[in-house]
């Protein structure tokens, strides 16, 4: 014992002292677990069963968010796709009245056309009725001018001709 005693010493070690310490080490572990060590356990499960639930509404969090986001994306998509047809259907309705614009000038240009061919042909018949009246008028006057003088086919040339110069529709150049 006087080995143990010795090699004790030479490591620095009391002996009495270090028997009070285990001693004192037991009777705290005793204590401690007649009177804390239930309460520990209790509170490191409350921590462990926080931490879980913790742990699983974040994974329910991220879960939601990610449903979210496809339906957000989904939403999005919707949108585009609705857009790209109000797009398409605006276009077609411009197209249409594009080529309704083309028709209605088409038929405005046709009725135009209709009435300045309509004016012209009353304005071409106003003047050939026009034309045969005086023609008529000139006719009657050259006929009053042969049956008050009778004369050869000279004379009723030249007759001829003075009633169409006095009338102004024939001059001589």
Partial sequence: MEAITRLFTELGINPPLLIAQLV????????????????????????SRRVKESMDRAEEVKIQAAKAETAFKEKVGEARAESQAIIKQAAQLGETLKEEARQEARKEAQSLLDRSRGEIQKE?????NALRREFADIAILAAEKVIEERLDKESN??????VLEESGWLKKE
Avoid: P, Q
């Fill in 24 to 47: 004192n080490f037991s009777l705290l572990l005793v204590l401690m677990y007649l009177f804390g060590y239930k309460k520990i356990l209790a509170m490191l499960d409350e921590r």
């Fill in 124 to 128: 071409r018949d106003e003047s050939i």
């Fill in 157 to 162: 040339k030249k007759l001829l001709d003075k």
